[in-house]
């Protein structure tokens, strides 16, 4: 079992930035594919990005450009550092874990891993 501890979330103006940190229970997380994923407000949960065991990234069309995720050295944090911020990235912001290396975005989007952090809040507002 992986627990998922997330911390970093907060109100920032528009264009602004923000990091997330994802820190985990087990010693092996660097063998964890890990996403992210939001959920605004009446909105449907949306897969932000990705990063397989290997450190392969992906990313949503939305935030690429913009966001970046990767892990510390230590290979129990993952971060998704979030620049120029936009109302439209306002939401609850999830950390996963577990999933398999190889499968396709699509997938990933439909079907998270099965470890989850508690979500953490982001508001963009001026």
């Known amino acids: 079992q992986v627990q998922l501890v997330e911390s970093g979330g907060g109100l920032v103006q528009p264009g602004g930035a923000l990091r997330l940190s994802c820190v985990a229970s087990?010693?092996?997380?660097?063998?964890?594919?890990t996403a992210w994923y939001r959920q605004g407000r009446g909105k449907q949960r949306e897969l932000v990005a990705a990063?397989?065991?290997?450190?392969?990234?992906n990313y949503a069309d939305s935030v690429k450009g913009r966001f970046t995720t990767f892990m510390n050295d230590a290979g129990n944090t993952v971060f998704l550092q979030m620049n120029s911020l936009n109302t439209a990235d306002t939401g609850v912001y999830y950390c996963n874990a577990g999933w398999p290396d190889g499968i396709s975005w699509q997938a990933l989007a439909r079907a998270p891993g099965d470890f989850w952090g508690q979500g953490t809040q982001v508001t963009v507002s001026s």
């Open positions: 990063r397989s065991s290997t450190g392969t990234t």
């Open positions: 087990v010693e092996t997380f660097t063998m964890y594919g």
